[in-house]
């Protein structure tokens, strides 16, 4: 596609609910991002995957956060058991080049998926 | 942890006006630093990207400097239209911590007409 994909746009969840956030990155990008952003501050790095690795997770805020990028190409973040904090805005970004020291570029943001906890 | 800070928060000017929008960030060790504006609602629109070895970059009415030494980057729009009313974030790419971004939390900025 034209640029990244996230789904659903909207999610109200009950408390106590899991959900799958699913994001589709530029098609050919090996570098995928997840971050989170709460109402009123700038997003906050969650996890990073290079193809299907997951590199770095130093971002998830508990272990009910799960990313997964299987075959190196769509993601999927996980929250388990959500809770009223989780409520934000989760972004997921993509780049052509993979993200090492020495060798750095831009990301590209999808539109997000707003999660509503109640 | 590098941390990044915005000012102002928010900014409302007439249109045509020349406005400049900060932003600092503590750990002078970066890679490079992203000016991004959001809409309500929307992703991220990356505006403007500068490497660390550079001091400016610059696209239509926008200007972007950076002075890595004393931690500042300042995003000049000149001649504001209502249609850059919006949310400008800058971002910090780490030179140790490569493979995340660190974000200011915004100024909003609201150009009247």
């Known amino acids: 596609g034209a640029g990244v994909s996230q789904s659903p746009r909207y999610k109200v969840a009950k408390r106590g609910q899991d959900v799958a956030l699913r994001c589709d990155p530029i098609?050919?990008?090996?570098?995928l991002f997840w971050y989170q952003q709460a109402l009123g501050q700038g997003p906050e790095f969650l996890t990073y995957?290079?193809?299907?690795?997951?590199?770095?997770k130093s971002g998830l805020p508990s272990d009910r956060f799960f990313a997964e990028r299987p075959e190196g190409s769509v993601s999927t973040l996980k929250i388990q058991r959500t809770q009223q904090e989780d409520s934000a805005v989760y972004l997921c970004?993509?780049?052509?080049?993979?993200?090492?020291?020495?060798?750095?570029?831009?990301?590209?943001f999808g539109q997000g998926t707003r999660l509503t906890v109640v | 942890k590098q941390e990044v800070t915005q000012i102002p928060a928010a900014l409302s000017v007439p249109e045509g006006e020349n406005l400049v929008l900060n932003c600092s960030f503590t750990?002078?060790?970066?890679?490079?630093l992203q000016w991004f504006r959001q809409d309500p609602g929307k992703g991220l629109t990356s505006l403007l990207l500068?490497?660390?070895?550079?001091r400016e970059q610059t696209s239509g009415r926008l200007n972007a400097s950076l002075d890595k030494s004393s931690g500042r980057s300042t995003l000049y729009i000149a001649a504001s239209q209502p249609g850059d009313s919006a949310t400008y974030l800058c971002?910090?790419?780490?030179?140790?911590?490569?493979?995340?971004?660190?974000f200011g939390s915004g100024t909003k900025l609201n150009v009247k007409p």
């Open positions: 098609s050919g990008h090996v570098s």
């Open positions: 500068i490497q660390s070895s550079q």
């Open positions: 970004a993509s780049s052509p080049m993979f993200f090492r020291q020495g060798e750095n570029t831009e990301a590209f």
């Open positions: 995957f290079q193809n299907e690795a997951q590199l770095d």
């Open positions: 971002a910090v790419g780490g030179f140790y911590n490569f493979n995340k971004f660190y």
């Open positions: 750990d002078s060790a970066i890679y490079n």
